[in-house]
């Protein structure tokens, strides 16, 4: 089953204000925490106690907290890839490991007694999962993470996003990426402008960095990266993680007319099968609304994006609901009332054939 989750960082908070995050979280149905591991600074106990008394927390709330770790971690805390136990102890869900090994260490890892999730990185663009694979690793216990990364410009290109998911789906392993709050400030690392896995979600609403993996179809559990998000932005990402489909948002002409823009918010959409290069069809609401007067209006040149709906001057089809999938010339039978949210123009090309989708007031 799929998962939401947020990210905690103990050693630059304290445990007050991330049990208070985690509760927020968890009353919006967020279950996964991810956490940072990679060094400890400072006296070893204690940031030891810290980390195991917030996981505790949120293993109490029925959340599940990965720990990123490194390799140097290991000879640091004086344990081997063979003995998991450490993590087992700290109530740890399992561990990601930031920098892999050659494959039979993590298929190894992957038969540890205690079930612990042994979680690889998804952004190596290498063989690393078939080398895994190759020594037949426990696939239960096997996951797969995309990296985040916190400086601008540094994010995954959408081509080798999806090209490297696709990998972890063909052997069915679960799969995990980051979105970027536009409130939280910090991350594990001193520098911080957003941590987003794709480097196109950067800027833009979290809501819509959740529909667009959702809509992608090749991620299961999606994390935000940075903390801590604003309660608005938790709500605003459960909602669209759990909406049952696409919804999108559009701005709206204020020369629509009142019957197109009941057309366009309040009926439920489905993408017609026999799908066009130009144009995304909603042709029921031309059945419904036959007998309606749709007379012609902003019929300028068509773009890509465009709310659609089909005037008098096309007979049966009036009413007719269409998104515009590119340019294109109007030969004034179309009406051009509204436009998908400059923010989630990124989904268009995510709505599939025969899919339902809504569309709400931006």
Not at 177 to 194: K, L, M, R, T, Y
Request: a negative charge; glycine letters at 6%.
């Amino acid at each position: 089953m799929a998962k939401l989750g947020i990210s905690i960082y103990p050693e630059k908070t304290t445990f007050e204000q991330d049990k208070v995050y985690l509760e927020l979280a968890h009353k919006y149905g967020f279950k996964r925490v991810f956490t940072s591991l990679l060094q400890i600074n400072g006296d070893k106990e204690e940031v030891l106690r810290d980390f195991k008394k917030i996981i505790t927390h949120a293993n109490n709330l029925d959340m599940e907290v990965m720990v990123d770790i490194a390799p140097n971690l290991f000879e640091q805390l004086g344990i081997g890839y063979s003995d998991l136990s450490f993590f087992h102890t700290i109530g740890a869900y399992g561990i990601r490991l930031d920098v892999g090994y050659t494959g039979s260490e993590e298929a190894r890892m992957t038969r540890n007694p205690y079930g612990l999730k042994i979680e690889i990185n998804m952004s190596t663009g290498t063989s690393y999962l078939d080398q895994i694979m190759s020594y037949s690793p426990n696939r239960s216990n096997l996951m797969g993470s995309h990296n985040f990364y916190p400086m601008m410009y540094t994010g995954l290109a959408n081509d080798f996003f999806e090209s490297c998911s696709k990998d972890y789906r063909k052997h069915n392993i679960n799969t995990a990426a980051f979105v970027n709050s536009q409130d939280a400030a910090f991350g594990p690392w001193d520098i911080c402008d957003g941590l987003a896995s794709l480097e196109e979600h950067r800027k833009l609403p979290i809501e819509t960095q959740v529909k667009h993996f959702k809509m992608m179809d090749l991620i299961d559990d999606i994390m935000i990266g940075n903390a801590y998000a604003s309660e608005e932005e938790l709500k605003a990402a459960s909602e669209a993680f759990y909406a049952t489909m696409p919804v999108l948002k559009v701005t709206l002409k204020e020369t629509i007319t009142p019957i197109e823009e009941k057309i366009v918010l309040e009926e439920l959409h489905s993408y017609r099968g026999d799908r066009s290069a130009y144009m995304l069809r909603s042709t029921m609401t031309r059945v419904k609304y036959a007998d309606e007067d749709f007379p012609p209006h902003d019929t300028e040149r068509i773009k890509r994006g465009d709310i659609l709906i089909c005037n008098n001057n096309l007979g049966r089809y009036n009413g007719e609901l269409q998104i515009a999938l590119r340019e294109m010339e109007n030969t004034g039978r179309v009406n051009v009332v509204g436009n998908i949210h400059e923010s989630e123009m990124i989904l268009l090309e995510y709505v599939k054939p025969w899919s339902t989708f809504k569309l709400v007031k931006a």
